[in-house]
């Protein structure tokens, strides 16, 4: 498996759903703090990131797109509405999905890794 996914989650039966819908299709590591992820970005240089924003903020978010532009940032929430999504968006994300939508949350990433290589190759 070539490509790989960073889940940023503290609930561990969403991390465990979203990691075992994912793990299919990619290398998936499952993490508990921004500081781990950080590391686990510069080190392993995972094509896509879910990130689940009922615990990290969206500056958090901002400066992971910042400072890793070519990672593709899928944002959760348990019950994301219009007005996150478009926080999530102007803050960098290539989606928000339902924490719960597994499978929405694997389009996310595949579209957003689509849209990263796009970018990379223009």
Request: proline share 5%; glycine share 4%.
């Amino acid at each position: 498996m070539g490509q790989s996914v960073v889940v940023l989650e503290k609930d561990p039966k969403l991390a465990r759903s979203l990691a075992g819908g994912l793990r299919p299709h990619f290398s998936v590591q499952v993490i508990q703090s921004r500081e781990e992820l950080r590391e686990r970005l510069a080190k392993n240089h995972p094509e896509a990131v879910v990130l689940n924003i009922e615990y990290w903020r969206m500056t958090d978010v901002e400066s992971l797109h910042h400072d890793f532009p070519e990672v593709s940032i899928v944002c959760t929430h348990r019950i994301p509405d219009e007005e996150m999504w478009m926080a999530a968006l102007e803050a960098g994300a290539t989606d928000m999905c339902p924490a719960d939508d597994v499978e929405n949350v694997l389009t996310s990433v595949r579209r957003g890794m689509a849209l990263s290589r796009g970018a990379v190759a223009a």
